[in-house]
């Protein structure tokens, strides 16, 4: 079967195919999940009721970020410390930093969380 590509309206060629589908279901337990027939698929597998995905639709339009691997390496870091420590007994739930906090001690010691793009 040849592959499909349609351009969404910001000019991001999308390959049809279920994985790209707005109908397309994720379960934990059976994977790609068809919305309309409900049964599994796979990836490059269409049919002709597929629609693009509402998130597919969007890319492309400026403005989003992508955040560093060495701030998603601190953060994760930072995070199973903090349980380590609960689960040890070391500190308090009361005490566990949340996302924003482990954020900004990120940026104060390196800078932004985001890469230039």
Do not use: P
């Not at 499909?4 to 279901?25: F, P, Q, T």
């Not at 500190?91 to 996302?99: C, K, R, V, W, Y």
């Amino acid at each position: 079967m040849k592959k499909k590509y349609v351009r969404n309206e910001h000019g991001i060629n999308i390959k049809v195919c279920c994985a790209s589908c707005k109908l397309r279901k994720i379960t934990s337990d059976r994977g790609r999940v068809c919305g309309l027939s409900g049964k599994k698929v796979k990836a490059n597998h269409c049919c002709d009721q597929w629609e693009m995905s509402r998130r597919l639709q969007n890319s492309g339009m400026s403005g989003g970020k992508v955040k560093s691997y060495r701030y998603l390496t601190f953060y994760r870091k930072r995070w199973i410390e903090q349980r380590e420590a609960l689960t040890s007994g070391r500190i308090t739930a009361a005490a566990i930093l949340s996302a924003e906090d482990i954020r900004e001690e990120y940026e104060q010691e390196h800078g932004s969380i985001y890469i230039n793009l």
